[in-house]
């Protein structure tokens, strides 16, 4: 094993590789055709989310657009339902972009720079593409990996900051190897998703517990450093479920910007009096209307505490009126498809 440069004199990577031989995952759906585009498809549905969860959205996905050029001609209205539910739409709508540049330019970059130009690719994400599907030795620094190393390494402080996560990136870089890089990225995830985990991580198994700062003093729940707790903020809003004769319910399609961009979801307003204004501006008679218990919706930076608002209305044809049929075949927001399977079964 040849090292860049060994920062300190136990070889992490080979120690690392050793175990990943014996012990790493090497049977998940992504890991049997290492094409760039599914390595790359896989990482970007592993953002923020768990592998498990991931395994039947990426079987999904890959089979409806098993190919980068199947994925860039689709629309985008199809890519965002085979992506619904796993939440952070940014994501979809990205991986869209980037597959249309991608087949622009008639090849899959295999350089960092190059990649760094695709839309939702990041430095961490375009590490392990290089080093997964196209075996150049590139480090990567995600979540995972980020804990492994400030615990390893014993690094204070939050991971968010610049200057912290400079020094993880330099350390990062210096220990990933030349040879068996792909290996070692999977290895150094295997270890952070397995061993190294957030909570009661397993210190005993691990192959480098021997030289780990964290570890040999007792305080690896001191590591990653948390940032300074500030509870998240709170945000209303009411939705309608708003419903005609013919038991249809009006779903709009929401901007691209913004939370759940491009997806259909009810109407949302603030007040009561709103509610009302809208129905009034959309030309629907009230015939009923009635309050259903708040739900909270928790995204990454606030509380959504939402009160669905049922209101049964008299209207002329709308094409937003949607049969059950039809909002089975949008692309919803998990909050939106939760409300409506549990009216549809409840009260239609
Ligand atoms: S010894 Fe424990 S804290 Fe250190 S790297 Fe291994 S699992 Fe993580």
Known sequence: MT????????????????????????????????????????????????????IPYFEKF??????????????????LQHWAGLGYYARARNLHKAAQSIVQRGYFPN???ELLELSGIGKSTAGAILSIAFQKSQAILDGNVKRVLTRFYGIAG???????????????????????????????MDLGATL????????IECPVSKNCAAFLTDTVANYPSKKSTKKLPIKQAIFLIVQNEQQQIWLEKRPLKGIWGGLWSFPEVETQENAVN?????????????FLIQQR????????????????????????????????????????????????????
């Not at 350390?171 to 190897?177: D, G, R, V």
């Not at 190294?196 to 210190?203: E, V």
């Not at 044809?317 to 409840?346: G, V, Y």
Request: some cysteine; glycine content about 2%.
């Open 111 to 113: 350089t960092l720079p």
């Open 297 to 348: 919706h928790t995204f990454s930076h606030y509380h959504l505490d939402f009160t669905p608002m049922r209101i049964d209305v008299k209207s002329a044809n709308n094409f937003n009126f949607h049969s059950r049929q039809q909002w089975q075949n949008r692309a919803l927001p998990a909050p939106t498809k939760i409300l409506l399977t549990q009216l549809t079964e409840d009260f239609l």
């Open 3 to 54: 090292l860049k440069k060994t920062p300190v004199e136990f070889n992490f990577p080979n120690a690392l590789l050793t175990w990943f031989d014996l012990h790493g995952r090497k049977n998940l759906p992504w890991q049997q055709d290492k094409s760039p585009y599914r390595v790359w498809l896989s990482e970007i549905m592993l953002q923020q989310t768990q592998v498990v969860t991931v």
């Open 158 to 188: 939050w991971t968010g900051l610049r200057e912290i996560e400079i020094k993880l990136w330099n350390l990062s870089e210096e220990i990933t190897p030349i040879e068996r890089c792909g290996d070692y990225t999977q290895a150094i």
């Open 62 to 79: 890959v089979a409806r657009f098993p190919t980068i050029e199947r994925l860039a001609t689709a629309t985008l209205d199809d890519v």
């Open 196 to 203: 190294c985990t957030r909570k009661k991580p397993r210190c």
């Open 278 to 290: 809208w129905c009034d501006k959309n030309e629907l008679i009230i015939e009923h209307s009635q």
